[in-house]
Structure formats: C-alpha cells, structure tokens
C-alpha cells in the first residue's frame, strides 16, 4: 500500500502513469465546473466509471490516486474496487495537485457565456500567459500537476518497483497539462489535445524521455470520432475550457 504525502528525489526507473479523467455530471461541457463544491457523477457518469474500472480491472495498479473533488473520487474509487481487479481493492490516495484548474470568476459559469469574454481568446492561443480572474495560470496549474506526477513516479518506484504502474483520476485540462509536458510541447499548443470523460490516457516515464503509450481511450468503436452536432462553445476550432463532454 502507497502511504500518503510527498517524496522528493528522482528515480532512474520505468513508471507508468495511468490517466483515466472522471466521468459525466450534470455540469459537464455546458458549465464550467471548476471547483464547484457537490458536483457528482450523474447516471452516465457513474456507468462510465464502472465501464473504465472493468477494462483496467486486469491491470495491476500499484496505486490509485485522484484530484479530491467529489466526481475524480467517485470515478477513483469504481476503479480501485472494480470486480475481479488484480490484486484487490486499493484504497484511493487524495492528491490536491491534481485537483481541477482553479478558474477564479468563471467557476460555474455556462461556456456560451464565457466565450465572449476577451480572455477566452488567450486561452484558446496563448494559454501560457492566460491568468484566470481570481483564480490561477494556466502554466501555474501545468506546473503543479506535472510536479506532483514526478514526485508520484519517483514514489512509486521506490515503494513498488521497478517497473509499477499507478493511476491518476483527474480532470480534462490537468491531464492535457500533463500530456504537453510528456509529449515536449509548449502549452501554447496544449489545446490541440482532447480528453474525454471517462477517457485512459497513459504515458511511461523512462530515464530519458516519457512515452505516450495510449491517448484518450474511451474503449468505443466509431462513437465520438466524428464532432457532435450544434454550435460549440467559441466556434469549431475552439478547444472546450475545462476539457468538455
């Protein structure tokens, strides 16, 4: 079992991180949900997280860690006591780092709505300068999560292996923030990545260089390949703040 808190220090080793973002609630793609209190899976979401838990069932988690909001931790814990996973149940470790952008004044508020805002525009391309209104950067929050992943595999490797793998349940932006950094791209272009709910990402960190094994997997065939019907949020090629449904 993976205790709780901070390690420091890197590990010359193979880890692979697990990114599963979680499932749907009432609030996700039109609202902007943020770190609005009570937001919680609704019934598609909680399917989704069952769904997710199954097809990771099999694979041996040295650790399950989630950003503490309430729709990452109900996401977490379907995974970590899914039927038949490898192992047994693992407890879900809170991890703040990985908690959702902190979007200040716009927490809360509908997409539509906020796409008219002069700063939507820095978001969509220039997101390392964009500062939300009582809120945080862009590159403050890229800097957190990403600092926390290298503390969780240094962690990791210590306590579980060589070679262990361990999962993070977080949110859409958070884990484009973390794909960027992997891939070595600017966070200016970290939009141009997609995220889905209930989605698995997965990147192995190696001495040298992280691998992107597996990017928004949602286990479906055609489903989602397609745009979905209606205006978005700021037009077509506008990436949703907050990852979007």
Not at 117 to 124: A, C, D, G, N, S
Not at 182 to 196: E, K, T, V
Request: net charge negative; aromatic share 4%; hydrophobic share 45%.
């Amino acid at each position: 079992m993976i205790a709780e808190g901070r390690a420091v220090g890197f590990n010359a080793t193979v880890t692979t991180l697990v990114l599963v973002r979680h499932g749907l609630t009432e609030l996700t793609g039109p609202v902007l949900a943020g770190w609005t209190p009570g937001v919680s899976l609704d019934e598609r979401g909680r399917a989704q997280a069952r769904a997710v838990g199954e097809r990771l069932a099999p694979l041996p988690l040295a650790a399950v860690v989630s950003s503490p909001l309430e729709r990452c931790l109900q996401t977490a814990e379907a995974i970590a006591a899914a039927p038949g996973r490898a192992g047994g149940p693992l407890p879900v470790l809170r991890e703040e780092r990985f908690g959702e952008v902190r979007y200040g004044q716009w927490t809360g508020r509908p997409l539509q709505e906020l796409a008219q805002e002069p700063l939507w525009r820095v978001v969509q391309a220039h997101p390392s300068a964009a500062v939300f209104p009582g809120g945080e950067a862009l590159a403050a929050a890229q800097h957190r999560a990403v600092s926390a992943v290298r503390e969780w595999n240094a962690r990791i490797a210590e306590q579980a292996g060589a070679h262990a793998a361990y999962l993070v349940c977080s949110h859409g932006d958070i884990i484009k923030a973390i794909v960027a950094d992997a891939l070595g791209l600017h966070l200016d272009h970290f939009q141009r990545i997609q995220i889905d709910p209930a989605s698995v990402t997965v990147i192995r960190y190696t001495e040298l260089r992280p691998f992107l094994v597996r990017l928004n997997d949602t286990g479906t065939g055609a489903e989602g390949l397609l745009p979905p019907e209606g205006d978005k949020a700021g037009g077509e090629s506008d990436a949703p703040v907050g990852g979007g449904a």
